[in-house]
């Protein structure tokens, strides 16, 4: 078995638009040495997810639904997360997937006050990891971090990014290119989900211009993270709770 294994969660009942959704996270990971394994626990899709034995590190990508929900399969993949969680296996968490893994630490996921949507600036104390962006957001719910979590970003719609030990939650998008955005279209129109017009156009424009520098950023956080592996400060230290204390 391979000791590069990268475990990606999907969230979309067609596998062709949620494989589109990893993005620069697939050649990202696969330039660093990585083999990607997908799997969606959503929509009733009952094949026996990837063994995390071995595993290098679990990724949760987007989804349409909300980390605080009870549908049927949220509660497979919590105890998913759980078990990857228990056996060490660092997890990197996408929007939905930040959230989830906050709501799993112990932290919370609620609807936002101030939903996001397009490149956004962010504040960060861990620029070697998640650089200040600008950063892909597309959001209505956000989460809060769990106290034994290190906040490490936010701006003022809220926390951005969160490190527990191995595991990073982000509130944002860095897989984000043209394509991804188009997949994300072509669920809306599948679902009958109106979005505005102008501002998913003059999104699209951002990325088509942006392309080259979203995908730099995105490889920047991989290769952070997963330096961070070995380097983040033991959780609850003073040091710790002093960069937390400075983001909130």
Known sequence: MSKNRAVVLVHDRDPQLGYRNIGTLVPELESRGYQLEVHSFDYGLTDTPPALDGAAMLVVMGSPDAAYGETAWIGPEIAYLEAAIECD??????????????????????????????????????PDVVGPGPWMEYHDDTFLAPDSATVIARNDAGQQAFVQGPHLGLQ?????????????????????????????????????????????????????????????????????????????
């Not at 799993?104 to 861990?126: Q, Y």
């Open 89 to 126: 296996v660092p997890i990197l968490g996408v929007c939905f997937g930040g959230q989830l893994l906050a709501r799993v630490l112990g932290g919370s996921v609620a609807r936002s006050k101030f939903p996001e949507h397009g490149l956004t600036d962010i504040e960060t104390t861990r």
């Open 172 to 248: 944002f998008h860095p897989e984000i290119d043209v394509d991804v955005f188009a997949s994300w279209a072509d669920a809306w129109a599948r679902d009958g989900i109106e979005q505005d017009r102008d501002l998913v156009d003059a999104i699209a424009k951002d990325l088509v211009s942006g392309e080259a520098e979203l995908r730099a950023r995105c490889g920047a956080l991989l290769d952070g993270w997963i330096a961070g592996h070995r380097v983040f400060s033991p959780v609850g230290s003073e040091h710790d709770r002093g960069e937390a204390d400075q983001l909130q």
